[in-house]
């Protein structure tokens, strides 16, 4: 069952939901660094963003996904793309990821205000006890980025996946838990006032 699937909307960024008809701008925000060519994630190129559209839809129209277009407020244009996965509404728990900015918005306010706006729509909204990350064991960045949200590093999921050139990938995962997300909260807003 499809479940809803609202805009959030940020101070200077809004996710909203991800659209068939965003494959050219998917594509243009990938090329800002050729994103397509990293090995620890999936990101769309002009060969792959249908099959990435169509799978991202699929999973919301099962109710498992809810995939959004990043955009930037001040000018419309999209600069990438986040979702939530793995919704488990029973467990009331669900996964942040797939998430990639265009090159030239990485280290800004992007992830920070993207991320404060899904755990604030996952805990408040959807009354979450736990939002998970997982990322590529050789992706430093995206750990220490996850580590400066206020995750908990849990443990390393040994050949979790297989990657679209074979590599069997490890991954960290890590999370936040409903009794950690007040303080967290407040640090995310402290680093978005600043």
């Not at 800002?32 to 060969?47: I, Q, Y």
């Not at 797939?98 to 030239?104: D, E, F, N």
């Amino acid at each position: 069952m499809p479940l809803s699937h609202p805009t959030l909307t940020g101070p200077r960024i809004l996710l909203r939901p991800l659209l068939a008809s965003d494959a050219p701008a998917l594509i243009d925000a990938a090329a800002d660094g050729e994103l397509w060519n990293l090995p620890f994630t999936v990101v769309p190129s002009a060969e792959t963003v249908d099959a990435y559209i169509g799978n991202a839809l699929q999973g919301k129209a099962a109710g498992t996904v809810m995939p959004f277009a990043t955009v930037l407020r001040e000018t419309g244009r999209v600069i990438g793309s986040t979702r939530f996965w793995k919704i488990d509404r029973i467990n009331r728990k669900l996964e942040i990821g797939s998430t990639w900015i265009s090159a030239s918005w990485q280290k800004s306010f992007v992830n920070t205000e993207a991320k404060h706006l899904m755990l604030c729509h996952a805990f408040q909204e959807m009354a979450c006890v736990r939002v998970q990350f997982t990322t590529d064991e050789i992706n430093a960045k995206s750990r220490a980025a996850t580590l400066r949200l206020g995750a908990k590093q849990e443990g390393i999921v040994r050949h979790e996946r297989i990657m679209p050139d074979g590599r069997k990938r490890n991954s960290v995962r890590f999370s936040i838990i409903d009794d950690e997300w007040p303080a967290v909260k407040a640090q995310l807003e402290a680093r978005i006032r600043t």
